[in-house]
Nanobody
């Protein structure tokens, strides 16, 4: 079982940047990790994922060029750097861990964090 705790959300003006962090504990070895977001009234959507060793990443087309995902294995932490934020990026951002990037993106199963709120003002 993997426990995930997100941090780094907040209120930012359009065009600004935020770095979200997801600290993992428990059985973290060999897990892909990634980020989803859920805006008010909308379904949760995939944002980005990184493989267990950090060699492979997957970024949603809607955010390509504005986000970077990375991980620090020594700290068991995954980061989502978000740049040039737009008001439509306002959402709760959730961290997820799963055995592979594919299962992270497509499976209902996996470990989820409690989420961190990002609000972008125009």
């Amino acid at each position: 079982q993997v426990q995930l705790v997100e941090s780094g959300g907040g209120l930012v003006q359009a065009g600004g940047s935020l770095r979200l962090s997801c600290a993992a504990s428990g059985r973290t070895g060999g897990y892909a990790m990634g980020w989803f977001r859920q805006a008010p009234g909308k379904e949760r959507e995939f944002v980005a994922a990184i493989s267990s060793r950090g060699g492979t990443t997957s970024i949603a087309d809607s955010v390509k060029g504005r986000v970077t995902i990375s991980r620090d294995s020594a700290k068991n932490t995954v980061y989502l750097q978000t740049n040039d934020l737009k008001p439509e990026a306002t959402a709760v951002y959730y961290c997820k861990a799963a055995p592979t990037i594919l299962t992270l993106r497509t499976a209902r199963t996996g470990s989820w964090g409690q989420g961190t709120q990002v609000a972008v003002s125009s």
